[in-house]
């Protein structure tokens, strides 16, 4: 069964650090989405991103983060400086081009450590 | 703004039984659609069942089916058959049939343990 694939599974970083966080979306998928999970909270959403824009964001997707499609098959969570508060599990996304009844896909995730 | 409520923080049910998890949630709209995802300790969020507002019969995937009740605006899971590997968190989902909105907004989970 085709799979989201995120890399890496973990990354830890020093406060104040850029990471990117990396998504393979399913090939046939037209709509990307990034979610992300505090510890022992609930899952939030991001981001969603549709023909290389962003079509809609939560009020946690401040001017520190950005996406990109960089390449036709990577999609990128980019955290500019990072804090503390951004310790958390993110979740890449797509969803099935059919529609919604077919579903959205989750990666497993990349645990992100801010220290 | 809709929001999603799961009551039981965490359920434990015995190995061949059957457990339902209860979810409700907030809206004031007709058609939406609405998920059950399950995240055991791998992380990884898995695609348990899915259920359209419109559709009144409920949803079945082999050993889980949903509890609709539109008008009440619950949405429960029953798991029958309990296995081991069932246990898990589990998340009950929303998400608007608009076409201004792609977001799924999530409840805050149940946590569910089998004991053999």
């Known amino acids: 069964e085709p799979e989201v694939t995120q890399t890496p599974s973990h990354q830890v970083t020093q406060m104040g650090q850029e990471v990117i966080l990396r998504c393979v979306p399913i090939s046939n998928h037209l709509y990307f989405y990034w979610y992300r999970q505090i510890l022992g909270q609930k899952v939030e959403f991001l981001v969603s991103?549709?023909?290389?824009?962003?079509?809609?964001k939560s009020e946690i997707f401040d001017d520190q983060f950005s996406v990109e499609r960089p390449d036709g098959s990577n999609f990128t969570l980019k955290i500019r400086s990072t804090k503390l508060e951004d310790s958390a599990m993110y979740f890449c996304a797509s969803r099935d081009p059919r529609g919604v009844r077919y579903g959205y896909t989750f990666g497993s995730g990349t645990r992100l450590t801010v220290v | 703004a809709q929001t999603v409520t799961q009551s039981q923080p965490e359920m434990s049910v015995q190995e061949a039984e059957t457990v339902t998890l209860s979810c409700t949630y907030d809206t004031s709209e007709s058609d939406y659609y609405l998920f059950w995802y399950k995240q055991p300790p791998s992380r990884q969020m898995i695609l348990v069942i899915r259920?359209?507002?419109?559709?009144?019969q409920n949803a079945t995937e082999n050993r889980f089916s949903v509890n609709f009740q539109k008008a009440a605006k619950s949405f429960s899971l029953k798991i029958s058959d309990s296995q081991l590997g069932d246990a898990a968190m589990y998340f009950c989902?929303?998400?608007?049939?608009?076409?201004?909105?792609?977001?799924?907004?999530f409840g805050t989970g149940t946590r569910l343990q089998v004991f053999p």
């Open positions: 989902a929303y998400r608007s049939a608009t076409y201004n909105t792609d977001k799924l907004i």
């Open positions: 259920q359209e507002a419109y559709k009144q």
């Open positions: 991103f549709y023909n290389n824009e962003i079509s809609e």
